[in-house]
């Protein structure tokens, strides 16, 4: 079964890209609405637990 990511709380701040292979998470930060750049990011990991994981975030420099 794949994990499962959510941002759907308060303070929430990704979108999911793929998160279909626990060991290939890929995640996009949301936009900052108060500066020029991203800089918050706040999720839920669950399902993973006895898996080896790796997040990536696609849109972070």
Do not use: E
């Not at 794949?2 to 949301?30: E, M, Q």
């Not at 706040?42 to 637990?49: N, P, V």
């Amino acid at each position: 079964m794949p994990p499962r990511v959510s941002s759907h709380f308060d303070g929430g701040a990704i979108d999911v890209v793929d998160a279909s292979r626990c060991d290939d998470l890929r995640i996009a930060l949301r936009a900052d609405s108060h500066a020029d750049f991203r800089q918050w990011f706040y999720f839920r990991l669950q399902g993973a637990a006895r898996h080896v994981t790796r997040i990536r975030f696609v849109n972070a420099a």
